[in-house]
């Protein structure tokens, strides 16, 4: 009995020993190691990510062939087909929202979305509100009249016409500086150039690809480009001002510039080589 009383006082002295040592060495392991203040200076040092795995971006898919509505659903056209590659070259994936072309810049400012890719003109007004990436596609306002008309050759035969336009646009923009003109409105380009055809419009002032490609793929018949292109534009994808994202997209749009993915997407879509395109648009 006694044997036993003295082995259990001897295992539990030893026991109180280890343990003790034991509390001893985790509070050097934890001298050792940073305070609370220095783990959060760390972490607060630390470089944040900048951009987002998935993007979201605003286009109006009414404007072919730059965007519009695919037939088996989603989304097709130059701009779409750009937007991946450029989110494929820069590591991130790309959701499409489709809105009006007039509220775009308000969802921009409203931060309720990422980007925006919609044959957007880059000028001096807009960059007042919006970041523009690099200039990815060189186009022009053009004319288109009915095809029997030879009055109107330039924008001085339009004083006091009948204009169609896409609100929102340059060519809108353009049209109310004409003088005694009466500008009718649209949701879309091809309504536009539908009023046109339809003859209760004189002349509709639209971008030039845009509108050749309407004439060429039948979607709109019996009208023509006339004169020469009104303006010489660039268009460029709208990010909120002060974006983290601009230079990720500006990156990956150098990266398919420079590797001939662009030149494959210009070809699919207008069967022809790319102009050359500045890295700055030249504002007003």
Known sequence: MKLVTRMFKFTRSQFLRQFAIGLICVFMIAACGPSGEEATETTEGASPETTATTLTVATEPAFPPFESQAEGGGYEGFDIDLM?????????????????????????????????????????????????????????????????????????????????????TTGADQAAEISGATVSTFDSAPLALQELANGNADAVINDAPVTLYAIQSGNISDIKVVGELVTEEFYGIALPKGSPNLETINSGLATILEDGTYDEIYQKWFGDDPPELPEEAPLE
């Open 84 to 168: 991946n590659a450029i989110g494929e070259a820069a590591g991130f994936t790309v959701e499409f929202q489709s809105l009006p072309f007039d509220g775009i810049i308000p969802a921009l400012q409203a931060g309720t979305v990422d980007a925006a890719i919609s044959a957007m003109t880059i000028t001096a007004e807009r960059s007042q509100t919006v970041d523009f990436s690099r200039p990815y596609f060189k186009a022009g306002l053009a004319i288109a009249v009915p095809e029997a008309n030879t009055d109107i050759t330039s924008l001085e035969d339009l004083e006091s016409k009948r204009i169609a336009v896409q609100i929102g």
